[in-house]
């Protein structure tokens, strides 16, 4: 369990962070802003979990996201192997396939890309999706040049496509997906 005493630290105002390790990297460096792009994607799935009430159907696994994106910025802050890092496994990956392949049994077949509109919910989820997106390419960037876990980059490829799927169950529950027509605004 974490215990935090005092908020600030002084250790980060000269533009570094410390690791599980125990090394400094600066804060502009890709391993940071891989961890900052998962905070930010932890932030955008809370929000869409306070769109929902507390019974939906989704509610639990989105809390359960929450938890693993906390786990997935452990894991990309200890760059080395240290024995009982917490680390992603693959079976987080399989548990986010299932539960994907469930969701979507149940909705109809796409006719044409989908617009990230419909309700706040639907938003907030489709906002969620591009912001997984987005840490994934920073995942990808840091995993080109140093050491990642090796479920990080599957975990959040996978839950972009779950958050996707989440966007159009609940966007099922009220008046549907909003769909793309391609160039329906042009003269």
Same mark, same amino acid.
């Given at each position: 369990m974490v215990?935090?005493?005092r908020i600030y630290t002084r250790t980060g105002d000269g533009g570094e962070a410390g690791l599980v390790d125990g090394s400094r990297v600066s804060k502009a460096g890709a391993r940071l802003t891989a961890i900052g792009e998962v905070d930010e994607v932890n932030c955008a799935v809370g929000l869409a979990l306070a769109e929902l009430s507390p019974e939906h159907r989704l509610a639990s696994s989105l809390l359960r996201i929450q938890n693993e994106l906390f786990d997935l910025g452990a894991d990309l802050a200890t760059p080395g192997e240290i024995e009982g890092a917490l680390r992603i496994l693959p079976?987080?990956?399989?548990r986010l396939e299932s539960e994907i392949d469930a969701l979507n049994e149940k909705l109809a077949p796409l006719t044409s890309f989908i617009l990230p509109s419909g309700s706040r919910a639907v938003a907030a989820l489709h906002l969620a999706r !591009?912001?997984?997106?987005?840490?994934?390419?920073?995942?990808? !960037?840091?995993?080109?040049? #140093? !050491?990642?876990? #090796?479920?990080?980059?599957?975990?959040?490829?996978?839950?972009s496509d779950h958050l996707f799927v989440a966007a159009r169950v609940v966007a099922a529950e009220g008046s549907g997906d909003v769909l793309w027509v391609p160039g329906a605004t042009r003269t």
């Open positions: 215990k935090l005493n079976e987080q990956v399989t !591009a912001t997984t997106r987005r840490a994934e390419r920073a995942a990808v !960037a840091l995993a080109e040049g #140093e !050491a990642v876990g #090796e479920a990080v980059l599957a975990y959040l490829n996978r839950l």
